[in-house]
Structure formats: C-alpha cells, structure tokens
C-alpha cells in the first residue's frame, strides 16, 4: 500500500514536473522522481516496521515521523539529481513546504485505502469470539493454532482450550494485539515469547507457559525483526 501511494505520487510529480523538474527531459525526470520516491517510500518502511505493533499505532508513528524523515530531504533531492546526472537547487522552506503536502497526499491514500479494507472485513463480535469463548482475557493470551477446524488457544499459565473456531476469523479478531502470525496456522503474542529453539533449519518460538510453536520460512522475515529469532540462554 505505501509503495502504491509513492509510485502514485511520483507519477503525479512526472507529469506536472514538481520541484521545478519540468525543465528536465522526460527520462531524467523519470528517474529522479522514481529514486527520490523510492528511496523515501524505503524510509516509511523502515519506520512502520520498526514502530507499528499494533492497528491504532499507524497514525502516531505517521505523524512522528514526518518531520524527522521530511528534515534530509533538500539534501535527497540534490543526491538524486546527482544520481541522474541534473544539477538540483532547492531552497530547504520551499523543499519542506512542498514535501508537508506529498507526504499528506500519501497519508490520505494509504488511509483511505486502509479504511476500504478494513470495511470489508467481517467484524468479529467481542462476545461471541475465540477469546471470549476460550474465557481468556487478551493479556492471558500467550498464541493460537490451528488444528483442522479448531484453534487451540494457549495461555501463558500453559494452560489451552480447543476451540470450533475458523483461524482466519481469529486473524481479525487479534489484528489489534501485540503479535504476528508466525506460521500458516500459528500467531503469537509478543509478551509471551519467551526466546526460540533452531531445529535444523527450522526455529520454534518458546512461550510463556512452556509451549513452542513453529515459524514458517514465509513469516521468518517478521520474527526475525522483532528480535524474537534469538536462542534462549
């Protein structure tokens, strides 16, 4: 979704030839634009992944970041022009003021488009959920599996409920909470981990109660970020 709004806002600047870039021939302005875009949709990356836990956390950190990620850009924009051979002038309140107004632009599509989504998710009724019939309070939970039609909550007393319960309903239901899927039928809380066992290739995250579930090489990337991929000692 960022990389879409970014390739939307450079193709934008392409056309009407922003920054005062109309003056450049149509290729270098091509790949000033896809540089400068690029590697600032590269920086929003960065900062989500290492700032966003939880769904309620994008707008705080969007706003956080803007002015420390917007501050380098005079400088992003000489380095690019540099790149593609043009020599760029920018004066940095005229860069800022005009970076403020791209970088809004980006945060309404990307929240619109969020928004879309997440109207075409079915709500997941808090009465009638896994953890309220699991009778388990967010904080208790340590992860769920899926097993055939069911999930096994785990808690992090080491206790579990098996549960007739769809694990993609479960997805939403936990999209709020502190945790990743780890696995095509696994999630974990994050205050439940605990460290991890490598078997062979594979890892296995250690929970708070004596579980473990496995990590799959397709979710490896995100557990690896959160730092949980670490033997415990």
């Given at each position: 979704?960022?990389?879409?709004?970014?390739?939307?806002?450079?193709?934008?600047?392409?056309?009407?030839?922003?920054?005062?870039?109309?003056?450049?021939?149509?290729?270098?302005?091509?790949?000033f634009w896809l540089?400068?875009?690029?590697?600032?949709?590269?920086?929003?990356?960065?900062?989500?992944?290492?700032?966003?836990?939880?769904?309620?956390?994008?707008?705080?950190?969007?706003?956080?970041?803007?002015?420390?990620?917007?501050?380098?850009?005079?400088?992003?924009?000489?380095?690019?022009?540099?790149?593609?051979?043009?020599?760029?002038?920018?004066?940095?309140?005229?860069?800022?003021?005009?970076?403020?107004?791209?970088?809004?632009?980006?945060?309404?599509?990307?929240?619109?488009?969020?928004?879309?989504?997440?109207?075409?998710?079915?709500?997941?009724?808090?009465?009638?959920?896994?953890?309220?019939?699991?009778?388990?309070?967010?904080?208790?939970?340590?992860?769920?599996?899926?097993?055939?039609?069911?999930?096994?909550?785990?808690?992090?007393?080491?206790?579990?409920?098996?549960?007739?319960?769809?694990?993609?309903?479960?997805?939403?239901?936990?999209?709020?909470?502190?945790?990743?899927?780890?696995?095509?039928?696994?999630?974990?809380?994050?205050?439940?981990?605990?460290?991890?066992?490598?078997e062979g290739r594979?890892?296995?995250?250690?929970?708070?109660?004596?579980?473990?579930?496995?990590?799959?090489?397709?979710?490896?990337?995100?557990?690896?970020?959160?730092?949980?991929?670490?033997?415990?000692?």
């Amino acid at each position: 979704m960022l990389w879409v709004a970014c390739a939307a806002a450079a193709a934008l600047m392409i056309v009407t030839g922003g920054f005062n870039t109309g003056a450049l021939s149509l290729g270098p302005r091509i790949a000033f634009w896809l540089t400068l875009m690029g590697w600032n949709a590269l920086k929003w990356q960065a900062l989500f992944a290492w700032g966003v836990r939880k769904e309620s956390d994008w707008p705080r950190v969007a706003l956080l970041g803007s002015i420390p990620l917007n501050l380098p850009l005079p400088f992003e924009i000489w380095l690019c022009g540099q790149a593609v051979g043009v020599e760029m002038e920018a004066m940095p309140h005229d860069v800022w003021g005009r970076a403020a107004a791209i970088s809004a632009v980006i945060f309404a599509v990307c929240s619109m488009v969020a928004w879309l989504l997440l109207r075409r998710m079915r709500p997941v009724r808090a009465e009638t959920g896994l953890l309220a019939k699991a009778r388990i309070a967010a904080c208790d939970l340590a992860a769920i599996e899926a097993e055939d039609h069911y999930c096994r909550v785990h808690r992090r007393d080491g206790r579990s409920e098996l549960i007739h319960y769809r694990f993609g309903d479960a997805m939403e239901e936990v999209a709020g909470l502190d945790g990743a899927q780890v696995h095509r039928g696994a999630w974990v809380a994050a205050a439940a981990v605990e460290g991890a066992a490598r078997e062979g290739r594979k890892w296995r995250l250690l929970l708070a109660g004596g579980e473990s579930v496995p990590v799959s090489a397709t979710y490896a990337a995100e557990a690896r970020a959160r730092g949980w991929l670490r033997t415990k000692p």
